[in-house]
């Protein structure tokens, strides 16, 4: 998620030069090597998200409480253009039900701010992060998630950071930018990170789809609908407990594509996710 814009034609180069464990091998996941669940919300019911990062009593902060305070200026000094909110912080409620057979739902919507946390914002939007309940260093996280549909500046993105703190590494599991899937591993000697892309996957917005990443501690290999994507080496210095945030930002970088009217309203939807050990 810490794609710099200057870093955007090094990654499509390194996506396009890494070789053939870039490329999609199209094999199945074998789930025999899978032990047993770690980490299991099904979105049947509202999750409970705590709107302080101190706080340890549910499974999600709407936050990014490892970057620092809690509603840092992160999101803005990183050149983003949403806020994430909840209704003690700013009144705003950004998550809604995402169907009627559940999961949940994230709404980034044009907004004014005035709290000061918010300066320069122009959009409420919300994330979840497991930081305060569960972080896994070896094994597969799957989450099934349906993408935003149409608009460019939209940043939709379901990734890893490190349970220690700081940064790097970092682990995305994807991102898509104007409606191509990313997969990226950021580490202390590549902090703009070795990218796989997938363009033929499309918008992946026409229903909730399976992504999925499979960590041995030797390799990181992604999945979508149980498919393998790309595989990459683990990068050194990455072999490290990640926890997990799903969020959608809007940016007007030249990677995601410039703001445009349809950025926003967009949501993105989560209808489950889940961890396993490895056997």
Known sequence: MRLLPLAVATLLLTAIG????????GGK???????????NDPFTSAPT????CSSKTARYVDQFCGEGAT???????????ECYS???????LPFTQFSAAGGIQINAAR???????CSGALYSSGMLSTINSFSMKHGYWEITAQMPKGGQGRWPAIWLMPQAGGWPPEIDIVEMAQGVWFGTQHSTANHNGVAASAPALGCL?????????LNTGTKVVWYVDNVEIAEQPMMAGNDVPYYLIINLAIYGGSWQGAETATSAPAAMGVTAIRAYALK
């Not at 996941?29 to 980490?39: E, M």
């Not at 200026?73 to 253009?81: C, D, L, V």
């Open 18 to 25: 890494f070789g053939t464990a870039q490329a999609a091998v």
């Open 29 to 39: 996941l074998d789930r025999t090597q899978l032990g047993s669940l770690s980490f």
């Open 49 to 52: 998200i705590d709107v302080g």
């Open 71 to 81: 509603n840092s200026m992160y999101p803005r000094t990183h050149g983003e253009h």
């Open 86 to 92: 909840d209704p003690v912080f700013d009144g705003i």
């Open 111 to 117: 907004h004014l701010f005035v709290v000061p946390a």
């Open 205 to 213: 917005c026409d229903k909730p789809h399976i992504f999925g990443l």
